[in-house]
Each structure stands twice: as structure tokens, then as C-alpha cells.
């Protein structure tokens, strides 16, 4: 139990449409990472937030935004869903600066389809 | 694209046998990972070495790093069944934005009872 909480645990979306993921960090944690998951695969970074700014970006187009809020919870906004778009979106908590990364707390992670 | 690779994609051992599993990385990095995964669910923090770092323990687990191959082994000794999972080394490079974490692709164990 790492105490990083996802909702929805699963979802299912139609192409086009946008979606909305949320996260709790473990309580004292300032940094929030969402990471795509595709079966089969390992995780890929999407972006990082610290202090509710963005800290960080992978490889992912404009339509995957992010907010993080005062008490450290997290959204993960996708727009304009595509069916590769299909994946376990993971939440990670943390408690660093902007230093190196230590250790992740993962969240259980919210299954999206898009049909 | 994935910083990692592990090698094997699979290992099925007995139940008390020994798993290890290895990982490659291609850049230059401040720390190195283990994560283990159940069912396709939330990553656990099995253990960090840096870089200055040969080798680590924890309970029944060893991790070694070789930097000067760009690769480290992750060592389960007297495997359980519940060890079934799946291992995925995770690197922070150095000059990484954002302090992210690159995964590999992991090694799906099975231990069989």
C-alpha cells in the first residue's frame, strides 16, 4: 500500500472524446509523474509536476495535459482520444526538489479503453 | 523508445530456485531501479543503486551495476511463488528533464509451486 490513490480504476472512452484521470499523492509528497503503460510494455514517462508547475515532458503530443493542485493531487487530461490511447495510465508520487529522482510511490493506475 | 531492455522477456524457475534477470541502458545515469509489477497493476520500489554503486542487497534480493557496460543483473534468491510478477529496471540519466524515470520493456517472472 504506497498510499497513491487513482480514480477511475477503469474507463472506457470513444475516439474523439476527451478524458479526465485523477490522482491523490501520498501525503507529504510534492512531485506527481503520470506514466503511460501499454500491454506488454514498460511504463513511459509523460510529464512531471513540482509545485504545480510542469517539470519535465516525455514524448507525448499537446493533447495530454496535466494539473497538479495545492494539497499535491493530480489530473491527467487527454483530448481528442485515439485508440492508442488504450493503456494503464499510472500516477507516481515522490518528495524531491529538482534534483535527481529517487524512489517512486505508484498508484494502483486507471485502465482506459478507447473503442 | 525505452532506455532499458531486459533480458530474458520471460523466466519460468521452480519454486527455491534462483531468477535472475538483467538490464541494459544506453546513456549515462545518476541512479538505476528495480520495480516490480503484479497483474498490470501499480509499480513497488524493489530497490536504487547509484552510480557510484558495484553492488546491493535487500533481503533476498542483489543488484549489481556495471557502468562501464551500461548493464545491471537483478538477482532473486530461493524464489516463492509469490514472487510471480513482473521486474522492470528503470534508469534517471544524467541531464534527464524532469528527473523522469525510463523503464524497460521488463522480464515477466513465473514460479512455478
Known amino acids: 500500500e504506497t498510499g497513491v490513490t487513482q480514480s477511475p480504476t477503469h474507463l472506457i472512452k470513444t475516439r474523439g472524446q476527451q478524458v479526465t484521470l485523477r490522482c491523490s499523492s501520498q501525503?507529504?509528497?510534492?512531485?506527481v509523474s503520470w506514466y503511460q503503460q501499454a500491454l506488454g510494455q514498460g511504463p513511459q514517462f509523460i510529464f512531471q509536476y513540482y509545485r504545480e508547475e510542469e517539470n519535465g515532458r516525455g514524448n507525448f503530443p499537446p493533447r495530454f495535459s496535466g494539473l497538479q493542485f495545492p494539497n499535491y493531487s493530480s489530473e491527467l487530461n487527454v483530448n481528442a482520444l485515439e485508440l492508442d490511447d488504450s493503456a494503464l495510465y499510472l500516477c507516481?508520487?515522490?518528495?524531491?526538489?529538482?534534483?535527481?529522482?529517487?524512489?517512486?510511490?505508484f498508484g494502483s493506475g486507471t485502465q482506459l479503453s478507447v473503442l | 523508445s525505452q532506455q532499458g531492455e531486459e533480458d530474458p522477456q520471460a523466466l519460468s524457475i521452480q519454486e527455491g530456485e534462483n531468477a535472475t534477470m538483467n538490464c541494459s541502458y544506453k546513456?549515462?545515469?545518476?541512479?538505476l531501479q528495480w520495480y516490480r509489477q503484479n497483474s498490470g497493476r501499480g509499480l513497488v520500489h524493489l530497490i536504487l543503486?547509484?552510480?557510484?554503486?558495484r553492488e546491493k542487497h535487500s533481503g533476498r534480493l542483489r543488484v549489481t551495476l556495471d557502468t562501464s557496460k551500461k548493464s545491471s543483473s537483478l538477482l532473486i534468491t530461493a524464489s516463492r511463488a509469490a514472487d510471480t510478477a513482473s521486474y522492470f529496471c528503470?534508469?534517471?540519466?544524467?541531464?534527464?528533464?524532469?528527473?523522469?524515470?525510463?523503464f524497460g520493456g521488463g522480464t515477466r517472472v513465473l514460479v512455478k509451486p
Open positions: 546513456t549515462s545515469i545518476n541512479n
Open positions: 543503486i547509484r552510480s557510484n554503486e
Open positions: 507516481a508520487s515522490s518528495l524531491v526538489g529538482r534534483g535527481v529522482s529517487e524512489k517512486l510511490f
Open positions: 501525503s507529504g509528497h510534492n512531485t
Open positions: 528503470a534508469t534517471v540519466p544524467i541531464g534527464a528533464a524532469g528527473n523522469k524515470l525510463t
